[in-house]
């Protein structure tokens, strides 16, 4: 019950397309839904956020939809950059339980 | 601002040698977290400290030990290494327990056990 699944493990996209990134989770208990990015050699870095009560959030080219029946949210980048090239995670959260997905490596085509 | 810093950044040990990895944070932040992270299977949760003079275990805590040695700092320790612990560490610090707060991370400490 505390899993996160993440899909698709890997994905490459041309530069200005859009990509997308799936999570499922288990725990009705979660709270706080987070994405990080991580770059190699990094360690992971907060990207974007999302509560339960809302739907959808955006940031810039980055969008959290959220489907709280469903239990499923997913991230997507509109206009993906080269620089974007990186690997994803999303997780579940609630209190101290931070659960983490296993991860989708980003590749974007110039 | 430094962030969270962690030492070392490299480190190679033989099995049956001990370890401690460091960890400092200078965002007063109260609660910090020791993760591994392992191809194919994102972050694990090994051991967390809620606040100064508290631990409690997590996901994957055996053959680890930590000190919460003061608010900032937050130590990770292998008694006595195994091939099967050769991975990335990466600290983390979070303001409080309460939710709706993202952890920040350190660039972590690349760990080989021969």
């Known amino acids: 019950q505390q899993q996160v699944k993440q899909s698709p493990q890997s994905l490459i996209v041309q530069k200005g397309g859009i990509s997308i990134i799936n999570c499922a989770y288990e725990n009705t208990a979660f709270d706080y839904f987070p994405w990080y990015q991580q770059f190699p050699g990094k360690g992971p870095a907060l990207l974007i956020a999302?509560?339960?009560?809302?739907s959808e959030k955006k940031e810039g080219r980055f969008t959290i939809s959220f489907n709280k029946s469903a239990k499923q949210f997913s991230l997507h980048i509109m206009d993906s950059q080269p620089g974007d090239s990186a690997t994803y995670f999303c997780a579940g959260s609630y209190g101290q339980n931070f659960v983490f997905g296993p991860g989708t490596r980003l590749s974007v085509l110039p | 601002n430094a962030g969270v810093t962690q030492t070392p950044k490299f480190q190679v040990l033989k099995t049956g040698q001990s370890m401690t990895l460091q960890c400092a944070q200078d965002m007063n932040h109260n609660s910090m977290y020791w993760y591994r992270q392992d191809p194919g299977m994102g972050l694990r949760l090994i051991y967390y400290?809620?606040?100064?003079?508290?631990?409690d275990k997590g996901e994957v805590p055996n053959g680890y030990n930590v000190s919460r040695l003061n608010k900032r700092e937050f130590s990770l320790r292998l008694e006595s290494a195994a091939p099967s612990q050769t991975s990335v560490y990466f600290c983390?610090?979070?303001?409080?327990?309460?939710?709706?707060?993202?952890?920040?991370f350190g660039d972590g400490t690349r760990l080989s056990i021969l």
């Open positions: 983390a610090s979070r303001m409080d327990r309460v939710s709706n707060q993202p952890q920040h």
């Open positions: 400290s809620a606040s100064e003079g508290t631990t």
């Open positions: 999302i509560r339960p009560d809302v």
